[in-house]
């Protein structure tokens, strides 16, 4: 091939390129701005970190000398206060609500308003992320500082398995063997203004994986934990049995184990569940029935929810599957109940 042979060439595949390039570009960044237009998070109130404050959908965050999500509280215990510990994770915590929304605080409202001559402290210890058995170790770290009187227990389903809801070696596998990959896509794309793309085909990567048996779903990675053999569930047995115990051992009221039924993003219609929700049930209630054996008091809200909250939105928003405030009642509306009878009050 001579000279002018290669420059034509050449001049035809650079026009080639523009072509494509003009074509495609506009498409590509015509679905980025699709995205962020259709993206739902624009119209809800700021989450995570600003300016240096941390707020959970809109509420501002504080903590108190232990990094709790609590008031402070005075040590050791004032005379005649009756305080209430109230172990958990996110739910506990309270994702997307106000401190005086959550449950912990609604049931102690209560109590002081039902009992005016008892002082009552209800103090959340929940932690985002924290299962059964870090619990435990909370409560053995704090209760000699606490002085609890009564431990409760708010459950999520994810609890006994200690790394993420959805994980599983292979999901673990897989990520290490493509994080290189992942991180220079989400940098490559981001500096060209395309992160809601880059985080697309990550999604649509891993989909695709599910979908192939190349890794777990998550309700298939969650469901080895309920394996009854499994590492994981003796651990959160054991776990619980040595909350029941230090309680024993403090000649504490029978604690109470709360299952915080919710819905999450598979759907909230508890009179006629999905199978999905079916197993989210039926998981709930292994934990339940667990932890009745060891000798605690179990409730849950499965008949609550479709009678009082039918025509409720159980998430706190369109994106977050946490609790909303109105589902945080009536936990503590069954849990009031449940303290009452505990401590045999009139």
């Known amino acids: 091939m001579d000279k002018n042979s290669k420059m034509k060439k050449l001049r ?26 259709k993206d739902p998070h624009k119209n809800l109130p700021i989450n995570g970190w ?5 707020f959970t959908w809109g509420h501002k965050v504080t903590t108190n000398r232990f990094g709790l999500r609590e008031r402070d509280f005075q040590v050791p215990k004032p005379r005649g206060a009756f305080r ?49 058995t870090t619990e435990r170790d909370l409560l053995e770290g704090f209760k000699d500082i606490v002085q609890p009187d009564l431990i409760i227990i708010g459950f999520c389903v994810n609890d006994p398995q200690p790394k993420s ?11 290490r063997a493509h994080s290189r990959g992942f991180a220079s896509l989400k940098y490559r794309l981001g500096s060209v203004g395309l992160r809601m793309t880059a985080q697309l085909i990550r999604d649509a990567v891993f989909g695709l994986a599910e979908k192939t048996g ?19 569930w003796q651990e959160f047995v054991e776990a619980l049995q040595e909350i029941k115990v ?65 025509n409720d939105s ?11 405030a109105r589902l945080n009642q009536l936990y503590a509306e069954k849990l009031f109940r449940a303290v009452v009878a505990d401590l045999h009050l009139k």
């Open 12 to 37: 035809r595949l650079g026009l080639l390129f523009l072509i494509n390039a003009v074509i495609l570009l506009p498409l590509v960044y015509g679905f980025e701005f699709f995205f962020r237009w």
């Open 50 to 54: 600003v300016n240096g404050e941390y």
């Open 84 to 132: 209430i510990i109230v172990l958990g994770d996110s739910l506990t915590w309270g994702v997307g609500l106000a401190t005086n929304e959550r449950y912990s605080e609604l049931l102690e409202q209560e109590l002081r308003r039902s009992y005016p001559a008892k002082n009552f402290e209800v103090l959340n210890f929940g932690i985002s992320g924290l299962p059964t």
């Open 165 to 175: 809801e959805d994980y599983s070696i292979e999901r673990e596998e897989f990520e």
């Open 214 to 232: 190349t890794i777990p779903t998550w309700h298939e990675g969650l469901g080895r934990t309920y394996v009854r053999s499994s590492p994981e």
């Open 246 to 310: 230090m309680s024993d051992q403090m000649k504490l009221p029978t604690p109470i184990f709360a299952t915080l039924n919710s819905s999450g993003s598979i759907g909230s219609d508890y009179a006629h569940p999905s199978p999905d929700l079916q197993r989210i049930i039926d998981w709930c209630r292994q934990g339940e029935q667990a932890a009745g054996s060891l000798g605690f008091e179990t409730l849950d809200y499965e008949k609550e929810i479709p009678i009082k909250l039918a």
């Open 314 to 324: 159980l998430p706190v928003n369109v994106v977050d599957g946490h609790p909303s």
